[in-house]
Nanobody, 115 residues
Framework: QVRLVESGGGLVQPGGSLRLSCAAS????????MSWYRQAPGKQRELVAT???????NYADSVRGRFTISRDNAKNTLYLQMNSLKPEDTAVYYC?????????WGQGTQVTVSS
């Protein structure tokens, strides 16, 4: 069993920054894939960024160059540094983990980009 708890969301002005955190507990280790997804109102959930084997990363085209995914294996925590935020980044952001057997999701954290 894996438990994921996101934090760090909030309201930010366009051009601002936020850092999301996802604290993981349970059967998850540094070799497992972890990702950030987001879901805007009326839209499907979409992949934002993935990190595997601790270092290999992939990003959605819409966030590449603005967002950075990272993980602290000692703290079992996943991060998403979001810079140059745009109104279209407004969504609920979810942490996802795959331990080779099951997929686990966090409860989500709201990010709102508005002036």
């Amino acid at each position: 069993q894996v438990r994921l708890v996101e934090s760090g969301g909030g309201l930010v002005q366009p051009g601002g920054s936020l850092r999301l955190s996802c604290a993981a507990s349970g059967s998850i280790n540094s070799g497992n894939s972890m990702s950030w997804y987001r879901q805007a109102p009326g839209k499907q959930r979409e992949l934002v960024a993935t990190i595997v084997i601790g270092r290999t990363t992939n990003y959605a085209d819409s966030v590449r160059g603005r967002f950075t995914i990272s993980r602290d294996n000692a703290k079992n925590t996943l991060y998403l540094q979001m810079n140059s935020l745009k109104p279209e980044d407004t969504a609920v952001y979810y942490c996802r983990a795959y331990n080779g057997f099951f997929v686990y999701w966090g409860q989500g954290t709201q990010v709102t980009v508005s002036s």
